[in-house]
């Protein structure tokens, strides 16, 4: 369980704090730390909101870094609410992030550790739990980190609560809160898992007295007179508590194994109560067993201590009471009550803070029950939940119901036994309501996860249940030890033998050690399935046989309920049927009770069970009122069985009540009939109790008579089988039941609550068809407690007075507030005339409380929503067909005068007690919460006028939380949405309230109230609704009864959309809540589930696999030359670290005649080398380069400046010293992290320890070991030749784990599992490599050749580089073919481009034009030259940068060269060194220049000739073309004054003399680059023949990036992206560090780093110049982004972290980049697109391609035979890409439609009606969108003047294209 990637773990930690009370804590910890790996490099920790100052392990500085990913949560839109897909999933991300640690602190070098381990294997991570901090074994040296933090007013883990104006009474406190799964270490950094355990020493400093009094200053107050100190409570043990004039120290020690989860303090003035034991009462002297018992104390702020007396005055017997089980685990134990706690009760080890919500005083009594179970539940989790924890996550239940249920026990031990069993039959059947096949089973073995904290309810309430009837189940069989065995040995081996940790395969495995009962069908049944059973059983006694005949019926609902759902079954696991044992009790005619147990091992069957009693008559308490005075006449006379009949009815509950005749009268108590009593003596037993023994969660249905009912329910004691007869009877309502019901009530010997379920169940006979007999009952029960009214002409048509109260008989005053409640469920009658409302009025009214002890507060509430209750029944039949209309401030009319005149007494008595309650407040203001509860009762119910302004006032701060919570229910269901204040209002209340318990639920109560909004009918249906009732006879499949219920949730979700989604004010509210750093947990997902519920979600791009392929390696094939070849430049095209010399420039001498040639050498993806050349490496530096020959001085041209540049030989990554491809590494790696982070590689991640494991043979059949740790070691230190000995290495771990564990174990499985997963990944990745290789080739293979502006930007920098003197020209074609890697450079202003000329010729060398001699070629051809004009005739390649003097556009020229004749050969030269990759641009130029060579000489074509000059002057014949702008920017042309000519200042020619690596043999073809203002490159005709050939080139920006184009080319900046793009990369924290500040040259050790970088650049920079404005466009920001990268990769050596970190940081830059600036297609055009569509569907012709083709309906079933289904298009699916925003241009739409016509042509042939249609399609798309070209260029025309003339416009979706033709 412990997090991967932390590898030490935690022996003892220190804490010590200062505490702040206005909300700062700072101070230090201290971790003892054992490292489990040999070498320790670094520690990681959790550590949120804390900001740390300091890090020092072993007392020497250490490096950290400290990054937060859930407080970095940023998305590219931060505005746009429909983006919440994308920030669910950035939230969960950044939580497993997160789970990592964010606290990364690297060992300085001084500190070491020592780690041996047994038998030279490595450990693996410790057990969860384990019980002590060093396995045996191993031997460590502990490493003590300290780490100085401070934190400032925290959002999770710590509340502080401070007086204010609002709460001006408050008093000051501090306390951790579990706001958060992960809040313990958003206070101190740790290792935050449950299952990390370890000592504790705690310290915590705080001022003295919170007034800021020192010691002796004004009187000596004490505690008594309200002057309190502050007082620290902490988990563990208090050692001391030194303090001086101002200031405390306190001082805890826990050293018991504690996981900082469990760890908790509270600090402020608390009052203190000690607790003390049974003995110290009695004053006994066995003072031994007195210290035996643990301190135990409570506190509670002042102002609360008698309520706090009367709270913890049981809580002594509960640890007394628990100890029986099992030794208390601590050494004390204290309750800390508390303000704002989120939730009622945070436990921790050996304390617990709970809310002051649970204090009561001496006038409560319900809060009784709910806080002393809270309490007894608190303690309880000290055994089992603190010191025991689960195993895993799936063994939660185990913990949270043991907890659960000995605090039951407890709670059956001071409440009674019927308090409990009436309890557990509740809960009973809330289990049986709600697993009806929606709730998975509570144990899920592989769920690794926590729960769903919406499960986890469901799990508290069913496993104590589970555990109750498993105590039944082993207490009927084996040794009849149960759970009260089981329980303290868990307890004693917790204690003794340190085995605190539980699971449910342990539990069993006890308990069938203890009982001798073997649980596992009971666990497969109850613990690992969901489900409960119904059973259905009906009697028939058998008079032949003397048996009771039974037939039982099984259905399980959740099973029927997902049968024909196979996922659901995999999940959730219903049980189809139950088995088990089931025990019936049968009460004979002799009353003797007979238990039979029915075995049940199937869904139906019939037993029969014999019968005992023969013959006898059965004496019934039942008898008549005639029949009962005979009896009592016939006993007095001497009858011995009429003295026995009367005996046993004077044995039941107060039989006697109602023997007077007139009573009888005035209760109007029905009798048996005559009938009634023949069939009574005619039975043969008195009643028959299925289920006796109270063991099966279930709902049993068993039908008998109801006078068998009434013997259950009056002679059976068990509070259960009174339930089951109440309910029995009121399925059969008349007055026979409602005399038995109203007999209940009366008799105060029932336990109080069957009374109050009989009171309840008394509105079933509230029937017209029995005179509402069970109203009458109600009142006349409730007359009890009222004064007798005077005579009357009606019974309840007078006043009800009630008596002053008196709460002293507490089942009375339960029944009472239970009768209240009932009569206001009852829907009215015009016979009673409003008798109901009347009398609860009067209950308001005259409600006198002056004499009673106890507080009326809950009964005044009960009689308030009584009355709303009772007052929407009065009018609901008469406007059941009206909606309600919240927003209406008309009232509605009441229909009567009495009705009208009720209404208003009710309101202004209830606002007497709202006004009452807030003079002199009842309980947590109970009265004021009922008030507002009344008044939108009656709201909704259009009785009143709404008023929103009456919960307005109670939602401010200043309420009690109750009474807010209870305002904003309303508030929220006033129309919220339409009100633009009260949406900022209630966002305001969300994003800045003080209490966190009212931000969750007003957040959580925005969705909830839409949905009770839509059902009320306020948020109107989209559509016609429609209201059928569908009638189901049990036949109708599951799916298609959920039918209708999706549908209405549809247009639920439809209608709330509409409705709601249109409030502009909650679009602007919604996101900056979501996106604060500081919103709670809670309230972010809750906006976002609203984001969910109104608003459309984004389509977000799905990831990527991104494969870098290595690009193509050139092959050298050096020509033969007569004579020395001009200095070659070889071409090594890669990304390398350049430096600059400057060695004596070279004279040009004679060159070789013969022409290049190029050739492309295609090396295979995972060859190590090519079989024909050796690496660089081998080779010596004369083969790498020649030296210079001597310079000839008299031939030299005065204007010739040469460049060389050196280049370093750049040594392969140590990962791929063995020849593996860097595209097979990267596959590798990816895989590999892949596989690591997969759920089942946990046992393949570190060798097998066959020492720690106990597998003492492993080695002896494996002999071949293997792990993912150890490839992963091999992979980078380069072991892998390829990538195929990578997969032998995983399958070969996979066999051995197969070949080691037998097929059924788990291990075995995971192997299969591994084995499964590791090739799905590997074939996708193989096969994202494979299209990426295919793709490169068709590039190549194209007949275009794509010209990319890196050339425009290299030759800048050779612009700059030729300025420099002394420096030759040996590799200058290296600076300008190697495109990938621009010189470093500050980035050129984009807003105002200064064009250049570039003239660039490469053609044929002469041989009198030579610098340096050059390696012997072969092949009788020349290389290609580089060189400039001079004063030779012979011509020579050109390359002239130039300056205009006025700015113009760039000109581009290619050429042919004149023909030549090639020179006999010579001797071949040595072997050419290893071919240097190229990049991928280049790669495609020289392939596409090899076809067009190729095409040449295929098809020549004749071309005009004209007059040509001499052979000496010859220019080559070239096309100029001209390019908007060399750095990717749209340039306008300058503008011409009348008169003016362009005049341009050229620069002086600059040879450069190269030989490029000669191409694969074709005809010669020279590129010439040239401005138009050369008269040497005019158009003329060459003397040779050449081919024309058009080429299309595209402009591109000049920027290096992954794509061709840049997508930010002339976009303004938008600096929120920008921004997000650099939060994006700071999060990877690890790589981002070194870019992040500018480099401090002197302290990181780098002291000539701005010698070699002259143009800086970090992160931080970059965010400055953007909030200055700096930036006008998107890619000058992106420039200078990626200068960062060019910067770190220039000046640091390849292999090393800071150069691997700038790959990963512009990898991540690439993929985010083109997400922010991806084109799309913009409004008007999406809509002139649609509009086309639309046209295009509604023409006849369209009637074909409309919606896609349905093989199956059309009766074409081949039709994908012959169209691939990923081609197939049409209209329909063309229109809702169009709306989806998949299109970023009119190119994709026009090429689909073409598809589609292509679709149709291919299927039906020609001619054909359906392919004419088709032309038709694309001839209306055609013309449509020449329309509107048209009309887009005469508004440009209109609106821009005179910039009609620049070119191509801005708003242009597509860069321009440029066609040139090759002459």
Not at 168 to 187: E, F, I, K, N, Q
Request: aromatic share 8%; glycine share 4%; net charge neutral.
């Amino acid at each position: 369980m412990l997090t991967r990637g932390f590898l030490s773990f935690t022996t003892h930690q220190k804490v010590a704090l200062e505490i702040d009370f206005s909300g700062a804590i700072s101070g230090y910890t201290e971790l003892t730390i054992v490292p489990k790996i040999r070498e320790l490099k670094s520690i990681h920790l959790h550590c949120r909101q804390c900001e740390v100052t300091k890090v020092t392990v072993q007392s020497q500085l250490a490096d950290y870094v400290h990054y937060d990913p859930v407080a970095h949560i940023s998305v590219a839109n931060p505005t746009d609410v429909h983006i919440y897909p994308e920030i669910k999933r950035r939230i969960y991300s950044a939580l497993s992030e997160g789970d990592e640690g964010e606290l990364s602190i690297g060992l300085p070098a001084e500190v070491t550790t020592r780690l041996n381990v047994a038998k030279d294997q490595l450990m693996d991570a410790p057990t969860p739990g384990a019980s002590i901090p060093v396995p045996s074994g191993i031997e460590a040296i502990p490493v003590i980190v300290r780490i100085e933090y401070m934190l400032q007013d925290p959002a999770d883990g710590l509340e502080f609560v401070v007086p204010s104006e609002l709460y001006p009474y408050r008093v000051p406190h501090v306390y951790t809160t579990p706001s958060s799964p992960d809040a313990a270490r958003c206070w101190v950094p740790c290792i935050d898992n449950l299952w990390e355990r370890c000592t504790w020493d705690l310290q915590f400093v705080v001022p003295r007295f919170l007034d800021g009094r020192m010691e002796g200053d004004g009187p000596d107050i004490g505690a008594d007179e309200g002057n309190y100190p502050t007082v620290v409570v902490a988990s563990g043990e208090l050692v001391s508590h030194p303090y001086n004039s101002s200031k405390t120290i306190f001082v805890f020690n826990q050293p018991v194994l504690t996981s900082v989860q469990h760890l908790a303090f509270a600090a402020g003035p608390f009052h203190v109560l000690e607790l003390p034991s049974d003995q110290q009462v009695e004053q006994n002297e066995n003072d031994e067993e007195a210290s035996t018992q643990p301190d135990m104390h409570a506190f509670c702020l002042p102002g609360l201590e008698s309520k706090l007396a009367t709270t913890a005055s049981f809580y002594r017997s509960a640890m007394k009471f628990y100890s029986t089980l099992g030794s208390y685990p601590f050494g004390s134990h204290k309750v800390v009550f508390v303000d704002e706690l989120p939730t009622k009760r945070f436990d921790s080890a050996t304390m617990s803070i709970i809310s002051n919500d649970l204090l009561f005083g001496e006038d409560a009594i319900e809060q009784v029950f709910e806080t002393r179970h809270s309490l007894a539940h608190a303690l309880a989790c000290q055994w089992v939940g603190i010191n025991i924890i689960p195993k895993t996550w799936s063994d939660l239940w185990l913990v949270n119901g043991l907890g659960l249920y000995i605090s039951g026990l407890f709670f059956r031990q001071m409440f009674g036994n019927n308090e409990y069993r009436f309890r557990l039959k509740k809960d009973m059947d809330r289990i049986v309501s709600l697993d009806i096949g929606t709730q998975p089973p509570i144990c899920q073995p592989t769920h690794a996860g926590p729960p769903d904290p919406a499960f986890l309810s469901f799990v508290n309430l069913k496993a104590p249940v589970v555990l109750y009837i498993l105590d039944r189940h082993l207490g009927k069989s084996g040794t009849s030890h149960g759970l009260s065995r089981v329980i303290p040995k868990i307890f004693l081996s917790a204690i003794s033998d340190n085995n605190n940790i539980l699971s449910t395969n342990s539990f069993l495995r006890t308990c069938r050690k203890i009982s001798g009962v073997d649980p596992r069908t009971f666990a497969e049944q109850w613990i690992y399935s969901s489900g409960c059973p119904h059973f259905t059983f009906s009697a028939n006694f058998n008079r032949k046989k003397l048996v009771v005949e039974f037939m039982m019926r099984q259905v399980c609902p959740a099973h029927e309920a997902n049968k024909h759902n196979p996922p659901a079954m995999a999940l959730l696991k219903p049980v189809a049927f139950f088995e088990g044992t089931i025990t019936v009790r049968i009460h004979e005619a002799d009353g003797t009770p007979y238990e039979h147990v029915l075995d049940i091992r199937s869904a139906q069957k019939h037993y029969e069970v014999m019968f005992n009693t023969k013959y006898k008559r059965v004496r019934r308490n039942t008898k008549r009122y005639a029949s009962r005075k005979a009896a009592a006449q016939a006993a007095a006379a001497g009858d011995q069985e009429a003295a026995e009949d009367i005996g046993l009815l004077e044995d039941v509950f107060g039989s006697n009540l109602w023997d007077d005749e007139t009573e009888r009268l005035k209760w109007k108590v029905a009798d048996w009939t005559e009938e009634d009593e023949q069939r009574m003596s005619g039975a043969t037993y008195e009643w028959i109790r299925m289920d006796a023994d109270f063991e099966w969660i279930g709902d049993i249905v068993f039908d008998q008579p109801d006078f068998m009912w009434v013997s259950q329910l009056q002679r059976d004691k068990d509070v259960v089988a009174q339930l089951q007869a109440l309910h029995a009877l009121a399925k059969q309502p008349s007055n026979i039941t409602s005399s038995f019901l109203t007999h209940t009530v009366l008799i105060p010997q029932y336990f109080y609550r069957v009374r109050m379920e009989a009171a309840m169940l008394l509105i079933r006979c509230a029937v017209p068809d029995l005179d509402h007999i069970g109203i009458f009952h109600l009142l006349k029960i409730f007359t009890t407690w009222c004064f007798p009214p005077p005579g009357r002409k009606h019974e309840f048509n007078q006043r009800f007075i009630p008596r002053p109260n008196d709460f002293s008989n507490i089942p009375d005053y339960f029944v009472r507030k239970c009768i209240i409640a009932t009569l206001g469920q009852w829907a009215y009658s015009s016979v009673w005339d409003y008798s109901v409302p009347r009398f609860l009025i009067d209950q308001l009214k005259y409600n006198d409380n002056t004499t009673n002890k106890f507080s009326d507060g809950l009964y005044i509430s009960t009689i308030v929503a009584a009355l709303g209750s009772s007052l929407l029944s009065m009018l609901g039949p008469v406007r059941a067909n009206e909606q309600s209309q919240l927003v209406q401030r008309a009232q509605a009319p009441a229909e009567h005068t009495l009705a009208a005149a009720l209404l208003s007494e009710a309101a202004s008595e209830v606002d007497r007690y709202r006004e009452m309650d807030r003079l002199v407040p009842s309980m947590h203001n109970v009265v004021s919460i009922a008030a507002l509860e009344w008044s939108l009762m009656l709201m909704m119910g259009n009785m009143i006028s709404n008023d929103g302004n009456i919960f307005l006032k109670y939602t401010r701060e200043g309420n009690y939380t109750g009474v807010r919570i209870a305002a904003f229910d309303g508030l929220l269901l006033m129309k919220w949405y339409t009100s633009k204040t009260l949406i900022r209002y209630v966002m305001a209340i969300i994003a800045n309230d003080s209490s966190r318990v009212i931000r969750r639920h007003v957040a959580r109560g925005l969705g909830e109230s839409l949905g009770i909004l839509f059902v009320i009918g306020d948020i109107p249906w989209v559509g016609a609704r429609q209201d059928v009732l569908i009638e189901d006879d049990g036949t109708t499949p599951l799916a298609e009864r959920k039918t209708p219920q999706r549908k209405e949730l549809d247009a639920m979700s439809k209608s709330v959309k509409q409705a709601v989604g249109k409030a502009l004010s909650l679009r602007e509210c919604i996101m900056p809540i979501v996106l604060a750093s500081d919103t709670d947990a809670q309230v972010r997902m809750c906006m976002l589930k609203l984001c969910e519920l109104i608003y459309r979600p984004s389509d977000e791009v799905l990831p990527t696999l991104k494969i870098t392929l290595p690009p193509t390696p050139l092959t050298e094939v050096p020509p033969p030359a007569p004579s020395p070849a001009p200095a070659a430049i070889k071409i090594k095209t890669i990304n390398r670290k350049v430096s600059l010399v400057s060695p004596n420039p070279p004279s040009p001498g004679p060159s070789s005649p013969f022409h290049p040639k190029l050739k492309l050498a295609t090396a295979k993806l995972g060859d190590v080398r090519s079989p024909a050349s050796a690496p660089p490496s081998a080779l010596p530096d004369a083969q790498l380069m020649p030296p210079p020959p001597v310079p000839n001085h008299a031939t030299e041209s005065p204007l010739v400046k040469v460049i060389t540049i050196k280049k370093k030989v750049k040594q392969p990554p140590k990962s791929q010293s063995s020849g593996m491809q860097l595209a097979d590494l990267r596959i590798c790696r990816n895989v590999l992290k892949k596989v690591q982070g997969y759920k089942r590689s946990t046992i393949f991640l570190q060798p097998v320890d066959p020492i720690v494991e106990g597998l003492t043979t492993y080695f002896d059949i494996v002999k071949n070991p293997m792990d993912l740790s150890t490839m992963a070691a091999k992979l980078e230190a380069g072991a892998y030749p390829d990538r195929f000995a990578f997969e032998a290495d995983f399958h070969l771990m996979i066999n051995n784990a197969k070949l080691f564990n037998p097929p059924a174990t788990s291990a075995h499985g995971h192997a299969i599992a591994m084995d499964d997963f590791f090739k799905k990944q590997w074939t996708k990745s193989i096969q994202a490599l494979e299209a990426a290789i295919n793709t490169t080739r068709t590039t190549t293979s194209a007949a275009s050749v794509e010209v990319p502006d890196d050339m425009a930007h290299a030759a800048l920098a050779l612009e700059a580089e030729t300025s420099a003197p002394g420096i030759t020209g040996l590799d200058a074609v290296d600076a300008l073919t190697a495109l990938a890697e621009p010189a470093p450079g500050p980035a050129p202003p984009r807003a105002t481009p200064k064009p250049l000329k570039l003239s660039l010729s490469l053609s044929r060398s002469s041989p009198q034009n030579t610098s340096r001699a050059s390696p012997p070629v072969t092949n009788g051809t020349p290389p290609i030259t580089l060189t400039s004009s001079s004063s030779s005739a012979t011509p020579t390649p050109k390359v002239r940068l130039s300056k205009p003097s006025k700015p113009t556009r760039p000109m581009v020229s290619i050429a042919k060269p004149p023909a030549s004749k090639p020179s006999t050969p010579k001797p071949p030269a040595p072997k050419p060194p290893a071919p240097k990759p190229l990049p991928l641009e280049e790669d495609v130029l020289f392939a596409e220049l090899d076809m067009i060579e190729a095409e040449k000489t295929q098809t020549p074509s004749p071309v005009k000739k004209s007059k040509a000059p001499s052979k000496a002057s010859q220019p080559p014949v070239a096309e100029t073309i001209a390019f908007d702008d060399l750095l990717g920017e749209p340039m306008e042309k300058p503008k011409k004054e009348r008169g003016e000519k362009r005049k341009f200042k050229e620069a002086a020619p600059v040879p450069i003399h190269a030989t490029a690596p000669p191409p694969r043999p074709a005809t010669p073809l020279a590129v010439t680059l040239a401005s138009s203002s050369t008269p040497a490159l005019s158009r003329k005709a060459s003397g040779t023949p050449a081919p024309s050939l058009k080429l299309k080139v595209k402009t591109r920006d000049s920027t290096p990036g992954p794509s061709s184009s840049s997508p930010s080319k002339g976009m303004p900046v938008d600096a929120a992206k920008c921004k997000s793009v650099i939060r994006l990369l700071k999060k990877d924290a690890y790589n981002s560090a070194p870019f992040l500040l500018p480099v401090d040259a002197i302290a990181q050790g780098c002291p000539t780093y701005y010698d070699e970088i002259k143009n800086p650049m970090d992160f931080n920079t970059l965010e400055q110049n953007l909030t200055q404005g700096k930036y006008m466009t998107m890619d000058q920001f992106e420039s200078d982004m990626r200068l960062i990268f060019r910067n770190c990769r220039q000046f640091n050596p390849p292999g090393i972290d800071v150069y691997i970190a700038a790959d990963t940081q512009e990898a991540t830059f690439d993929a985010e980049w083109q997400k922010v600036t991806k084109k799309k297609l913009s409004s008007a055009e999406r809509t002139f697109v649609i509009q086309t569509l639309n046209t295009m569907m509604g023409d006849d012709s369209g009637v074909y391609f409309r919606v896609p083709v349905d093989p199956v309906a059309l009766g074409i079933p081949h039709y994908f035979d012959l169209v691939d289904r990923r081609d197939a298009r049409d209209l329909r699916t063309i229109k809702q890409n169009v709306q989806a925003g998949k299109y970023d241009s009119f190119g994709g739409i026009e090429t689909d439609i073409q598809q589609m016509i292509t679709n149709a042509i291919k299927f039906n042939g020609e001619p054909s009606i359906v392919v004419d249609a088709a032309r038709k399609m694309g001839k209306m798309w055609n013309s449509a969108l020449s329309r509107k070209k048209k009309e887009d260029a005469r508004q440009q025309a209109s609106g821009s003047g005179s910039a009609g003339g620049q070119g191509h416009g801005q708003g242009s979706s597509e860069p321009p294209m440029k066609k040139l033709k090759l002459m």
